[in-house]
């Protein structure tokens, strides 16, 4: 160990060096803060003016947290060790990390330094300078970028850094001393940390060695009884290392090795059925369009019903509608209700070849920020999250992707489970690991839209990821392999490779099935959709002809004869003869009955007098048809067809459906009458209601906090009696619903002069009261947040109802903890005993000073 | 383009059978795919679960299986079937049947989770004895065949390593004089003797009968054979004594009618399952030897109490022969692990094709109800609608045109409801045969229609199975049991054996058009459609019958 760490001051360890550290960035190349502004794409938007404000902002603390949790283990060990080792080299780090010369430390050292998280002090003499080859900077005193030591570990590397070590060098008790064998074992016990122990009491062998050890300088006292090992004792116990070993990333060569035609052909037969079920989603909105929920999304019940449309389960239901919607191939219109329709943009998509659309839906899927397979799971307030629902968005989502299958990418053709990956991104991120569920998700959804194929990324899939910013990390893997650019053509093309080639074959079987032995061809895809039942679907499609799927192709307006060429033209060989029977027998029975519109109808038991009438032209406006000898229909109204023949001289009776006759009488209007079935309530009442709930909203609506005193300066003092009187108004419905029956006697009166009284605050509040012990308890805990008062009705031991003014401070596990100003005292209640809350004054701030003026 | 197979994620292969390897594959397959259908162009196959454990239990494993799906498979193989392949396949043998010196009959597991698992289900309740340690547990061995089942069922199909009794030796030898056992016999035989137990699926007509007699004579011990009726506990009797070296002595019959229990003895179903106040009278039949081993005919109608009493016979060989094994009641399952697995099956226009069946045209004749006739139906009651349907008068003139243009060849006409069979034998003039018939008449007509002393006959359902006909080339029917796919196979089966001159036989179904009638025979032609027949459709109109 020549290469003490000597130099190291034992002074507060976080020292701002702003001036070299801007030094370093305005003295680096423009490439290199070019390739800084590409890794650190924070520090780029919006663009800094000048460097002293990109070294402000690089090293600010969002900004460094996001660049640390873009590094890998082994970076983060080298800025771990250059923390503690402030201001060594760059071989200095990788003695300290590695023990002795590392390239794969070697590289972390140049990373941190490409990412502006580790500069060379130019400031500092370097009279070490033992330059290796390794790094351009292998000789320069290397620090962490100013700030950073505060996002990591406390201790980082397990090291106390913070407390002065005895006067170097440090002497560790000789074997030959009393108590040598248990100090060395306290001391080998806080080596690797935590640096931090728990004394033994005083007396007992260990508390006499921690005793040694303090007197010594070997260990320090800290609070307590706590103890703890300098960094520089533990350094030297460590012979200088700072860490055991170079984190090494996780071998994922053991997953197992898909052949690149099984996982080309399985990620393009996904692909294909992914594709086709946005299609067949989309076919069957463009007619039918499902309603958007109030709240926003998609209704359960209709994704069911999209569910068993589409023969999947819910969650690819969910899935299939989100990656439609994600495609811009679907979206909410703004009709009155509002349904989810296909766009524009689908009837472009709709004519590209399959590659081409496949890379429309995996390049969506890549990017959208949804998260698809939070559909069905309940939110943070417990409610059901539906598909569509705008909540779904997670900016991290694209990101997470990008993690994922770059893990994927970096070990072609295999297919690790989410275990692996997530193991493997705790190597490669572990300031930022996903949770394993959504991992399983993304790959889950991988394979859903064909980007793998039997587990691993498929060429198409790999030509689709986004452009990988620097330098794929990942050397101690072997297999690294420059990530393909984003390339959608390369990707189509790939795609295209692993379908099954196109066939125009139908071999059409006595047993009335017929098997097409590959991927149809679109005319033959078309027909099958038209006139034949699927049965199985894979490499090649198998499908039934029953009297339904060719009464479909007739109802089409596909004759017989239509259909049985076109099927002889895709067939090897004649038509079956069974088959051909089943689609002339279909075609006899076809539209044997026949069905249309009429208004009204005339019989009569004389052929001759209907006769007549039909052909008479001066009922040509009666839109007369003969049905039967004995039957006309008619396009006019009965009473329009009766009052015409009337005219022409007839006697005509009208009759009801079971034959009695029906004496017309002219018609007489009324209108229905307009109102409530409540009468009682007084009409203008309702008036102010709607007006005051739809204010309300608005108040309610703006962003910020609940005071807002400027907004509201301009309100005329009409405006806020009549709100106050709708807000009791409000109230009170509210909480009696349709009866009173909740607020006692006594909160009425108190109520209205309450509101009145406290003016403009109270109407910021998205409801003043409530009986609803929903709505009571999000009051509540809104309050205690912002610190405002409440009126709470109590219900006491003997039933009767008590207002008090209360000032929540935590509601949690059915209890209610509340300061009360007036009675300066603190009390808890079990929630089921609040019978109403209502908002009361201004938040606490002024209400408490208020109090003390009162007082 | 490569490889005659598509294997589907489905679990559906699909043999294209122009190419050139698609025999070779077919063959490769067969072990441990279920064929599902054979048309003119595409086989289908089916990977079940329990074709797979058949697999096994023949002694294939999952890389074998593996291995030919990748070699024929025009196309990649999709990559969670193969799973599924190995995974399941992993499931059988995990636990053994053995005979223990010790403790008997006991239940050994290779891995003990497994037996945890079983032991846990509700359904292996009272099946299982004493638990001996973390991997053995005794089993009661009258409940060897239930276990089974049971552990079939729970998808952890056991090994049955117990072995099997070897029985009464009793000396039996084919006398193969003037004739001898087809290939496909002796393969079936083969098949089955290797395999210990199990089904022989082979097509009416193409000699299940040779095949008994070809196990018992390699099993050479007292035999109890099961049969569907007494005709047939006949023919099997006559049968036995012309092909093997057993006299009419040797044989007993035990039916309702005789009693006689002797080294082979042939029973009915019914009378095993007749009950008696209660309890099966006839049980101590299956006691009253050491029977070396059990064979049962028509297997495919075996009755539920026959499927608890074979629960009883599991150390007995047992041999099941069918030639269709498709139940209406879906008990496929209890069947192989009852008797045990398939063990041979052709398909058959295989047979057909290697000239051991008659060649057969199947025509389904459609004839349109007179206006009078379709008011009825249009009105009647949905349970009386099959009925109406199926004894459309106008059919007695469909059959009686048939009948003539088939002039001198033997005719079976066959239908459902007697008053409609009453009506049709006065119609063509010919003798009629259902349950009502004497045993003893029964055989005078069967006699003089081999002799050729009568070409024509109508039967009841009671002549579906088992009734030895050899010259009828012409079946007829006019109704059936609405759709079943079974009684359709097994009345094609009455004409196919085959014709001295080799001429086609001729099948047809009479069916009034738009009526459920036409929907059943539609259900009912599945199985032969799937076996490769295609069914011609004529217009009653076409063969001049107005």
């Not at chain 1, 004519?351 to 559909?375: C, I, K, N």
């Not at chain 1, 009696?736 to 109270?762: H, M």
């Not at chain 2, 036995?240 to 029973?267: C, F, H, M, N, Q």
Request: glycine share 8%.
């Amino acid at each position: 160990m020549a290469d003490r760490p000597g130099a190291r001051e034992r002074v507060p360890r976080i020292v701002v060096r702003m001036s070299t550290f801007t030094g370093f960035l305005r003295s680096s190349s423009d490439e290199r803060l070019g390739a800084l502004l590409a890794r650190r794409p924070d520090l780029a938007s919006p663009s800094p003016g000048n460097v002293t404000s990109l070294a402000v902002r690089a090293t600010g603390r969002a900004s460094l947290e996001r660049a640390l949790a873009s590094v890998d283990a082994v970076v983060l060990q080298v800025l771990e060790a250059a923390v503690v080792l402030d201001g060594a080299t760059s071989t200095r780090l990788q003695d300290a990390v590695a023990g002795g010369p590392h390239d794969e430390v070697a590289r972390a050292v140049d990373d941190a330094l490409a990412l502006a998280l580790l500069y060379p002090d130019t400031d500092a003499s370097d009279d070490h300078a033992a330059g290796t080859a390794a790094s351009a900077a292998g000789g320069a005193r290397l620090r962490v970028a100013p700030g950073l030591g505060d996002l990591l570990d406390a201790h980082p590397a397990g090291l106390a850094v913070e407390v002065a070590g005895p006067p170097e060098p440090v002497t560790l008790p000789s074997d030959d001393e009393p108590l040598a064998a248990p100090a060395r074992a306290v001391l080998d016990a806080l080596m690797w940390g935590p640096p931090v122990g728990l004394a033994p009491a005083p007396g007992s062998t260990a508390g006499d060695a921690v005793a040694l050890l303090v007197a010594r300088g070997l260990l320090v006292r800290g609070s307590g009884r706590h103890v703890l090992l300098p960094a520089s004792v533990a350094l030297a116990l460590r012979g200088g290392r700072t860490h055991r070993e170079v984190a090494a990333p996780p071998d994922l060569t053991g997953s197992p090795l898909r052949a690149p035609a099984t996982v080309a052909a399985e990620s393009a037969s996904a692909g294909e059925r992914c594709a086709r079920l946005v299609a067949r989603l989309l076919r069957a909105w463009e007619h039918e369009p499902p309603g958007v929920l109030r709240a926003g999304g998609l209704a359960v019940r209709e994704l069911r019903r999209t569910a068993q449309l589409l023969e999947v389960d819910e969650g690819e239901a969910a899935f299939v509608v989100e990656l439609a919607f994600a495609a811009g191939l679907l979206a909410q219109d703004d009709d009155e209700p509002a349904t989810f329709v296909p766009t524009v943009e689908l009837d472009s998509w709709r004519g590209l070849d399959l590659p081409t659309r496949w890379v429309a839906l995996a390049s969506a899927w890549l990017a959208t920020t949804r998260t698809p397979w939070l559909v069905g799971s309940r939110d943070e307030r417990g409610s059901l999250i539906a598909a569509l629902d705008p909540e779904l968005s997670r900016p991290w989502a694209p990101r997470l992707r990008a993690a994922v299958l770059g893990v994927l990418a970096r070990v072609p053709g295999r297919a690790p489970s989410a275990h692996e990956v997530v193991g493997a991104l705790g190597w490669a991120t572990p300031r930022s690991v996903p949770p394993l569920t959504a991992v399983e998700s993304v790959l889950t959804e991988a394979a859903r839209v064909g980007v793998l194929g039997a587990g691993a990324l498929s060429e198409a899939g790999r030509a689709l990821l986004p452009r990988a910013p620097g330098p794929a990390t990942g050397a101690a893997t072997g297999t690294e392999r420059t990530i393909a650019a984003h390339d959608p053509d390369a990707a189509a093309e790939a795609f295209a490779q692993g379908l099954s080639p196109e066939v125009g074959d139908l071999l059409l079987q006595g047993d009335l099935t017929g098997i097409v032995p590959g991927r149809p061809s679109p005319e033959l895809e078309a027909l099958i959709d038209r006139a034949a039942t699927v049965e199985s679907r894979g490499g090649a499609i198998t499908v039934r002809f029953t009297p339904d799927s060719v009464r479909r192709a007739l109802d089409e307006g596909l004759t017989a004869d239509d259909l049985l060429d076109t099927l002889a033209s895709f067939g090897r060989g004649p038509v079956p003869q069974g088959l051909e029977y089943l689609v002339r027998d279909a075609a006899r029975r076809h539209g044997r009955l026949r069905a249309g519109a009429a208004s009204s109808y005339l019989r009569a038991d004389d052929p001759a007098l209907l006769a007549g009438l039909a052909e008479d032209p001066r009922l040509a406006e009666l839109g007369l048809l003969q049905l039967a000898p004995t039957v006309l229909a008619a396009q006019a109204s009965t009473h329009e067809v009766v009052e015409a023949l009337r005219a022409h001289g007839l006697a005509p009776v009208a009759e009801t459906p079971d034959g009695q006759v029906l004496h017309l009488e002219r018609t007489v209007r009324r209108a229905r009458r307009r109102g409530s079935r409540r009468a009682f309530a007084p009409v203008a009442s309702r008036q102010v209601d709607t007006a005051a709930l739809v204010r309300r909203l608005r108040a309610s609506d703006e962003p910020g906090d609940a005071r807002r005193p400027a907004s509201r300066s301009g309100t005329s003092d009409e405006q806020v009696t009549s709100d106050a009187q709708v807000t009791s108004d409000a109230h009170t419905r509210a909480a009696a619903g349709d009866d009173a029956t909740l607020v006692g006697p006594t909160s009425s009166a108190a109520d209205a002069t309450g509101t009145a009284t406290t003016g403009s605050s109270a109407r910021s509040w998205a409801g003043s009261g409530t009986a609803d012990p929903v709505d009571a308890l999000a009051l509540l805990r809104e309050a205690a947040a912002e610190r405002a008062n409440v009126w709470v009705e109590l219900v006491g031991p003997t039933g009767r109802p008590e207002r008090r003014l209360l000032r929540p401070l935590r509601v949690e596990g059915g209890r209610l903890r509340a300061a009360d100003p007036v009675r300066e005292s603190e009390l808890t209640v079990a929630v089921h005993r609040i019978g109403a809350v209502e908002r009361a004054d201004e938040p606490v701030d002024q209400a408490a000073d208020q109090d003390q003026e009162d007082m | 383009m490569t490889g005659p197979l598509i294997v589907q994620s489905d679990k559906t292969l699909l043999l294209e059978i122009d190419h050139d390897q698609a025999d070779a594959c077919r063959r490769a397959i067969a072990p441990f795919a279920e064929l599902e259908r054979a048309p003119e162009h595409v086989h289908t196959y089916r990977l079940t679960p329990l074709g797979l454990w058949n697999a096994r239990a023949a002694g294939h494993d999952a890389e074998q299986v593996v291995d030919v799906l990748l070699e024929y498979s025009r196309y990649p193989v999709p990559h969670a079937l193969l799973v599924d392949v190995a995974e399941t396949m992993a499931r059988y043998g995990r636990l053994q049947l053995v005979q223990d010196p010790v403790h008997g009959l006991v239940l050994h597991a290779l891995d003990p989770a497994v037996l945890a698992e079983v032991m846990k289900s509700k359904r292996t309740a009272g099946l299982l004895g004493t638990r001996l340690d973390a991997t053995d547990v005794v089993v009661h061995p009258s409940e060897r065949g239930h276990l089974k089942q049971v552990l079939l069922k729970l998808g952890w199909p056991a090994e049955d390593l117990a072995g099997y009794v070897d029985g009464e030796a009793h000396p039996i030898t084919l006398e193969e004089d003037g004739w001898a056992m087809r290939p496909y016999q002796q393969q079936a035989v083969e098949g089955f003797w290797h395999g210990g137990s199990g089904v022989v699926v082979l097509p009416c007509g193409a000699g299940k009968t040779i095949v008994g007699a070809g196990a018992m004579a390699k099993s050479s011990t007292t035999t109890l054979i099961l049969v569907t009726n007494t005709v047939s506990a006949r023919q099997w009797r006559d049968e036995l004594v012309r092909r093997t070296s057993l006299t009419e002595d040797e044989i007993g019959e035990y039916s309702g009618a005789r009693k006689e229990i002797r080294p082979v003895t042939i029973a009915t179903y019914q009378v095993l399952t007749t009950k008696r106040k209660g309890v099966y009278t006839h049980l101590e039949l299956l006691d009253a030897r050491d029977w070396g081993l059990v064979l049962y005919d028509e297997v495919h109608l075996l009755p539920a109490p026959i499927f608890r009493m074979t629960a009883d016979l599991q150390a007995r060989r047992r041999l099941g022969l069918t030639a269709t094994l498709v139940r209406e009641d879906g008990r496929e399952d209890e069947v192989f692990s009852l008797i045990g697995p398939k063990r041979f099956d052709a398909p058959w226009k295989d047979i057909e094709a290697q000239g051991y069946i008659a060649p057969a045209e199947c025509i389904e004749v459609r004839l349109t109800l007179p206006d009078s006739d379709r008011m009825a139906y249009a009105t009647a009651e949905p349970e009386e609608k099959y009925r109406l349907a199926a004894t459309a008068s106008g059919k007695n003139r469909v059959v009686e045109r048939l009948v003539a243009q088939h002039e001198g060849e033997p005719t079976l006409v066959i239908g459902q409801y007697l008053d409609q069979l009453h009506e049709l034998a006065e119609h063509i003039g010919a003798d009629l045969i259902t349950g009502e018939t004497t045993v003893r008449e029964r055989q005078r007509l069967f006699d003089a229609f081999r002799s050729g002393e009568i070409t024509k006959l109508v039967v009841s359902k009671v002549a579906n199975f088992s009734i030895d006909l050899p010259e009828a080339s012409v079946a007829i029917q006019v109704s059936g049991s609405f759709g079943s796919r079974q009684e359709e196979a097994q009345r094609l089966g009455r004409i196919m054996r085959p014709k001295a001159s080799g001429r086609t036989a001729h099948f047809y179904t009479v069916v009034a058009r738009d009526t459920v009638d036409q929907d059943f025979a539609a259900h009912r032609q599945r199985f032969l459609a799937e076996q490769g027949y295609a069914y011609t459709i004529k217009d009653a109109e076409d063969l001049g019958v107005a």
